[in-house]
């Protein structure tokens, strides 16, 4: 032992040296959540973040040509069945729009009839028909030549039983899209086919008829479908816009 260690150990004889502290105990509760912090987060907030998600993920997947025939052979939104075929097929077309979409009304009377709020664009439409099912429909334009076809049908008619049945082909695209962060479809490409059902869930073939670019969603308990001639952005502005 050197002279410098044996004077260090006479000292430390004589002085009370405090314990060494817990460094491993302070450093872990900076790091680890304090149980007793709760992050408070709007619900709507959170319901959006949740909603994009799922979207980004579901659109994810219908980018994959096998993912998409798996996933969407058969889709449920609104009261509408969408079902993906290889083939559509052979069916007499109804080209007579008004016999399909019901009763022609006002728009008062519609207001009244449909025992739900309609919502509309700024623009009133050309004419308004009242379902068998209580769906409401805008149109805009004439049944010879539609420039745009909204439809509303409450949740009380959807939750009695689909309202609507859609086959795409091949060419008909299925793309997941978000309005107002709540799911929704728009069907675009080849023209696929719309089929109305009855309350027994059973297709009315004298409704069948052909229908090209299409947004569906559901909001506030009522499904919504937009259809036209109209390109993804187009249809989303629309629907952004009913109030």
């Known amino acids: 032992m050197t002279d410098l260690e044996r004077t260090l150990t006479l000292l430390g004889r004589d002085l009370d040296v405090p314990e060494a502290p817990d460094a491993v105990a302070s450093v872990l509760a900076r790091i680890e959540p304090r149980r007793d912090v709760r992050v408070h987060v709007p619900r709507r907030r959170l319901a959006i ?9 579901l659109a994810a997947t219908l980018a994959v040509p ?3 025939s798996a996933l969407l052979r058969v889709l449920h939104l609104g009261g509408e ?6 083939e559509l097929p052979e069916i007499t077309l109804q080209h007579d729009l008004e016999f399909v979409l019901g009763e022609h009304v006002t728009l008062d009377e519609a207001r ?6 309609l919502s509309g664009l700024d623009e009133p439409p050309d004419r ?6 209580g769906t409401v429909w805008f149109l805009y334009g004439t049944p010879e030549r539609v420039r745009l076809l909204i439809a509303q049908t409450p949740r009380l008619k959807v939750e009695e039983g689909l309202i609507l049945k859609k086959l795409a082909g091949p060419g008909t695209a299925v793309e997941a899209v978000a309005v107002d962060a709540v799911r929704g479809f728009f069907l675009s490409g080849a023209p696929h086919l719309v089929l109305l059902l009855d309350a027994q869930g059973e297709v009315v073939e004298e409704t069948a008829r052909l229908a090209r670019d299409v947004l569906v969603w559901e909001r506030d308990g009522v499904a919504f479908r937009i259809e036209g001639e109209l390109t993804k952005d187009e249809a989303l502005g629309f629907a952004e816009s009913l109030r």
């Open 49 to 57: 973040a949740v909603a994009l998600v799922v979207l980004a993920a």
């Open 66 to 68: 096998a993912a998409r």
């Open 81 to 86: 069945r969408i079902e993906l075929v290889d």
């Open 112 to 117: 009244r009839r449909s025992g739900f709020e």
């Open 128 to 133: 308004v028909y009242l379902g068998d099912r």
